[in-house]
């Protein structure tokens, strides 16, 4: 999510691109450092709205927030979990999501896609196993899991740490992890992240 000290001027996600465009370099963007997810969506939010912000690599998630709290830099690409309780302090304001819909735990708050349209930043953590596992089992596995994702208390859980369920087949996921491979390779590509 696109979250933002409440003292900085942008209250909404179009103010904060038509302010970045008119003070380019001026806004500076945490992340727990060079090719973390954070740090990516913001390369890709810089890229699809032609804006120049700056990175500010930390070494932890918990010293950027520190940061942005205090008002050192402007802005984070956060996940959910990490912010959400500094949200809804009022410590940080959150301009929308990042995810392609809104967040049950934050229904009032928009999509970054909303503004831009085809942004989506969001992790689909899975479970792998070694490439010449049986089919056999790799099915019993998916099915067992997919189970285990629809109950109910499961669900409530991983929605409560900001989570969306995706119960999909042995190809789905292989489809999605190949289409996000391209996407963020894209991504890496544009923004000249090297690993450090």
Do not use: C, Q
């Not at 939010?45 to 010293?63: E, I, S």
């Not at 009022?90 to 909303?114: C, F, H, K, Q, Y």
């Not at 010449?132 to 189970?147: A, F, G, Q, S």
């Not at 999909?168 to 292989?174: C, M, N």
């Amino acid at each position: 999510m696109l979250v933002v000290n409440p003292s900085f001027s942008a209250k909404t996600v179009p103010e904060f691109i038509v302010y970045a465009k008119a003070n380019p370099g001026k806004i500076n963007f945490a992340s727990p450092g060079i090719g973390t997810s954070i740090h990516l969506s913001g390369e890709l939010f810089k890229m699809m709205a032609d804006v120049n912000l700056v990175h500010v690599p930390y070494r932890a998630t918990a010293m950027a927030l520190n940061d942005l709290i205090s008002g050192r830099v402007e802005a984070i690409f956060d996940n959910l979990p990490t912010s959400l309780e500094y949200i809804r302090a009022g410590t940080l304001r959150a301009l929308a999501v990042t995810t392609t819909s809104r967040s049950e735990l934050l229904p009032n708050i928009p999509t970054v896609g909303d503004f831009l349209p085809g942004y989506e930043a969001s992790a689909a953590p899975g479970i792998g196993a070694p490439r010449n596992t049986p089919v056999e089992i790799i099915d019993k596995l998916n099915r067992e899991i997919n189970v285990a994702l629809a109950d109910p208390k499961v669900k409530a859980r991983l929605v409560d740490l900001g989570g969306t369920v995706l119960a999909l087949s042995p190809s789905d996921y292989g489809k999605l992890n190949a289409a996000e491979i391209e996407k963020w390779a894209k991504v890496v590509k544009f923004s000249g992240a090297r690993p450090d």
